[in-house]
DNA sequence: CCTAAAGTCACCCGATCGAGTGACCGATAT
DNA sequence: ATATCGGTCACTCGATCGGGTGACTTTAGG
């Protein structure tokens, strides 16, 4: 399955410790470690680990903060908030902004295990293979063939007037196609665009 | 091997007689007729054939300054030039620029089959696989972990000033690191740059 | 029959981008 | 010992982008 998992924790001491018992399972394949939620931020998109063991309480940035944050840059993170016990308010709070689960710190390996297996499994209701995960939402829009057509422009690196030049049209009428191939994927500028036409395979 | 040709010239009749001479051929999927170069641009990039049978001689743009027009757009095109025999001069220019060979319009169905396995086999001392024909020559090149966060940033669509800010860099830094991506890249923009980014495997 | 969708083109406007340059720092390589 | 590379930040400038809006036409659909 080569599941990756990221634990970020101030303490040294609980990253190891967490470390150990998530090698001791087999369907974990390789876990890295952080010490602060601005190295989980830095690092996640790097690693794109299948999920995030996030501590609640850090010095810096806490890791509800962290949650949020990365949340908001990477919509499908998987993120579980460890917490020492007493701070329920936070553990909701992150919950509410994303995060899938929590755990405490002095979990069993058992327990461990279980509610990996359970945040896994769970992930495996979304449409599973790596690739497909990172699809929005919903079945594939419908792409017109000037759509399509610009679109493949735009991966070429071509601007819209040279589009304009290759599709002899205007470069008004390319930037119309355009805005409208916008809000079908819901991409905001070309870069995204592009990145969601080779997700839905209309780019390779 | 889902093998597809697309056919362009003028006379309807030659296109249903090559459309018809190819479909007897074990290896040709699917063949697609155009009637002029202009269309050819413009159902290219929507069909993405493996070869494109292209008239020297036709109304209108003709079969040569479609051949450049479609090599400098895409150019991983594998175009073979059409002709009645007497535009040697024609051919070797369409050559020149990047046309894979030239076939007379009267060929027999043996030589058509000889010529586009030729065409086919030369096509596959390239990489091989549809994906790994898209990719920029030479070896992939060596990003840094910042550079990839760019870039990763950028396929989400987020301004510099936004990647700045998931970073905690400045705007003006994630400039630098953009320029030194699109460089590395042969990228001329952020579009560029992401649908490299998925052919190198950068992104998913 | 009329509406909706697609295609075409135009104008305005503020935000963003990308190029070019220069600079300082630390680590690594030569 | 010095050169190179990666990372950081700053400033300028012209080009491009993307949003908003409107309008005309054709084709398809209800």
Redesign the pocket.
Known sequence: MTTTVLVCDDSPAVRESFRKSLSTLSEIERVTAAGSGEEVLARYPLERPDVVLLDVQMPGMGGVEAAKRLVSSHPDATIVMLTMGEDVDGVSEAIEDGARGYMAKNVSVEELASTMTLVLASNAELPGQRGEINRPGGRPP??????QQVLDG?SRG???????RE??????????????L???LG???????VAFGFRWSFLR
Chains 1, 2 share one sequence.
């Not at 419908?142 to 759509?147: D, F, K, N, S």
């Not at 599709?167 to 805005?179: G, I, N, P």
Request: hydrophobic share 35%; proline share 0%; net charge positive.
């Open positions: 419908v792409l017109t063939e000037r759509e735009m071509r601007s819209n007037a040279e589009i304009g599709l002899f049209l205007s470069e008004d009428t390319v930037k119309t196609h355009a805005r409208r916008f809000r079908k991409a905001s500028d070309r870069a995204q665009a």
